[in-house]
């Protein structure tokens, strides 16, 4: 009886020991796979995001960053496909994990690449996870600024609008949210406004930026047109 006892609890401790190098294993894939992303070597990250994903280690993080990998390298088409897998993965971690903000965050930016592609709409999905992502970590100036620009693409103007002037209201140097907010003054009518907010950006931006160039485009286009008033 001794024996029995002594060799169950032998195989009590093999067994606890064993799960704990698995999972420690598991995460060592992960973080190996980011290691070889940051240093450079995609090919080698791709290999252990995708054996991550295989076998179950966060495959929706690992999707998500195969699909970054490929959007970068211009292979849209494998980047897409990879988009529908991580999509799916995205979708079971998060009725498991509902309070994962950073995962809606995700997901939504993959609905967003998705919809800069020919004949393919997602906007409204993106805006979905993204309020779900906001619900979770509110007067999140990167969601925020997300949102406003798949507002803005939806055609909301007045969520846009809102989202962007919360952003200037967390980082009032958000170059981005200020060059958003003056086309959407532009389109209101509010020159004035709007040249302002393109002022700022010329005066605060390098001229390598393509903010800097999109804001000086639109304020010789003003200029020219006020001369020919």
Request: net charge negative; charged share 30%.
């Given at each position: ?103 809606w965050f995700r997901l939504a930016y993959i609905y967003e690449l998705r919809s800069e592609a020919p004949s393919i709409s997602e906007w409204e999905k993106a805006r979905e996870a993204l309020e779900e992502a906001l619900k979770r970590s509110e007067n999140n100036s990167l969601y925020l600024l997300h949102l406003g620009y798949v507002c803005y693409k939806i055609g909301d103007v007045e969520k846009a609008k809102e989202a962007f002037e ?64």
């Amino acid at each position: 009886m001794k024996k029995l006892m002594a060799c169950l609890f032998i195989a009590f401790v093999v067994l606890i020991l064993s799960t704990a190098f698995a999972e420690e294993d598991a995460q060592n894939c992960f973080e190996e796979a980011q290691k070889a992303l940051w240093s450079g070597n995609t090919e080698e990250a791709l290999k252990l995001f995708e054996k991550c994903a295989e076998q179950g280690i966060r495959p929706h993080d690992a999707y998500f960053e195969m699909g970054l990998i490929y959007y970068r390298e211009g292979e849209y088409l494998k980047a897409f496909r990879i988009s529908k897998k991580a999509i799916r993965a995205f979708r079971m971690h998060l009725k498991a994990h509902p309070e994962d903000h950073q995962s809606w965050f995700r997901l939504a930016y993959i609905y967003e690449l998705r919809s800069e592609a020919p004949s393919i709409s997602e906007w409204e999905k993106a805006r979905e996870a993204l309020e779900e992502a906001l619900k979770r970590s509110e007067n999140n100036s990167l969601y925020l600024l997300h949102l406003g620009y798949v507002c803005y693409k939806i055609g909301d103007v007045e969520k846009a609008k809102e989202a962007f002037e919360g952003v200037v209201a967390i980082q009032p140097s958000n170059a981005y949210a200020r060059y958003y907010l003056a086309l959407l003054d532009l389109k209101a009518g509010n020159i004035e406004q709007a040249k302002a907010a393109f002022s700022w950006i010329v005066e605060n931006l390098p001229e390598s930026s393509p903010l800097y160039q999109g804001a000086k485009k639109e304020l010789t286009r003003l200029e020219e047109k006020k001369d020919e008033g």
